[in-house]
Structure formats: C-alpha cells, structure tokens
C-alpha cells in the first residue's frame, strides 16, 4: 500500500462518513460497508479491483452482482467513484479508514480476549462493560481467542493497551518480582 493509495482512501472515507452521518445513517452504513470488508480480503477480489485492464464497468458489474439491495446509493456511488477515478486498488484501504472513523465516532474499540476456554455472551458483556469504561469507550467489539497457555484467568488486549489477569501472567511478575529482590 503506497502511502499516496493511503491519502486517496482516506479522502473518500472521510467524504462517505460526512454524507452519510448528515444523514444520520452511521451505524447501519457501518454494517454495509463491513459486509464488503468481507468480500475485499479476498486477494483475488483486491488483484480483480486494482486491474488496470480490467475496465471500469467489469467492475462495478461485478459490485452490482454482489451488492445489489446490501447496501446505500452512498456506499455503492462512492465505490462507483473511485472505479470511475482509477482507484480501484484503494478501495480495500478505504473501507478499513471508513470502519475506523465510525468506529471512532461511536466510542466503540476493538478488544480481543484471550481465554482458556470460550466465553458465554453474558460473560463477553460483562468484560466489555467494565473494560470499556477503563479505555474511556463506550463499548468494545470483542473477538474471543482461545489460548490455553494461559492456565486460567483472562488476557484482554484493546488497542494497544493489555490487560493481564491470566495466571500465567501473574506467575510471570511474581517470578520477575523475585529475581529483582535476589538481585
């Protein structure tokens, strides 16, 4: 990803989130364009996008196929733009600035919480609650990742902020802890 790909998809999340959060559609545009997110991490979808000889309206036949009554005339004539302009190859990247914008907007942080075991949905609540307000959030999208290493407890990373309270983690800063007075 050239960093001139990167100003380009910025340009158009930044012109798609205004539209459509004066519309007051953000949160369901949101799941829309997620929906997409889905189709680009394909490679072949990616590579079809940025193709320079594949023409323009090979594209958007194929966006029409696949997202016809998915999504907003704003979501789908943004993503006409961009092919109209030649920036096929930035849509993946704009999609993901567009995500993070709302995401921003709504409070709302990506959190993965790593257990021993899968977590109930009442249990993800209930971490996402205490969490969240620990990380000035509103809420947290969690992704639960199962990790037996942990022995027990819980390791929650959002953002780039970790919360530790495995045992294995506890066992690690009782162990640095005694070497330190040893020393």
């Known amino acids: 990803m050239s960093m ?15 539209l459509v959060q004066d519309a007051g559609a953000l949160a369901e545009v949101e799941q829309e364009v997620e929906a997409i997110q889905t189709l680009f991490k394909s490679n072949e979808v990616r590579d079809f996008f940025a193709h320079p000889k594949i023409t323009a309206e090979q594209k958007k036949t194929l966006l ?12 789908i004539n943004t993503l006409f733009l961009m092919i109209d302009r030649k920036r096929g190859d930035s849509i993946a990247e704009m999609i993901e600035q567009f995500i993070a914008l709302a995401m921003e907007e709504q409070r709302v942080a990506e959190a993965v919480i790593y257990s021993v075991k899968p977590l109930t949905d009442e249990q993800q609540q209930t971490i996402s609650t205490l969490i969240a307000e620990k990380v000035g959030k509103q809420s947290l999208r969690i992704q639960n990742k199962i990790n037996p290493d942990l022995i027990g407890g819980l390791r ?10 495995s045992i294995s983690g506890r066992l690690e800063s009782m162990k640095r802890e005694l070497t330190v007075k040893q020393a």
């Open 4 to 18: 001139g790909n990167e100003i380009v998809a910025k340009r158009y999340a930044v012109a798609l989130f205004d």
């Open 64 to 75: 029409n196929e696949n997202l016809t009554n998915k999504v907003s005339s704003q979501v």
């Open 156 to 165: 929650i990373r959002v953002g780039n902020q970790i919360f530790d309270g």
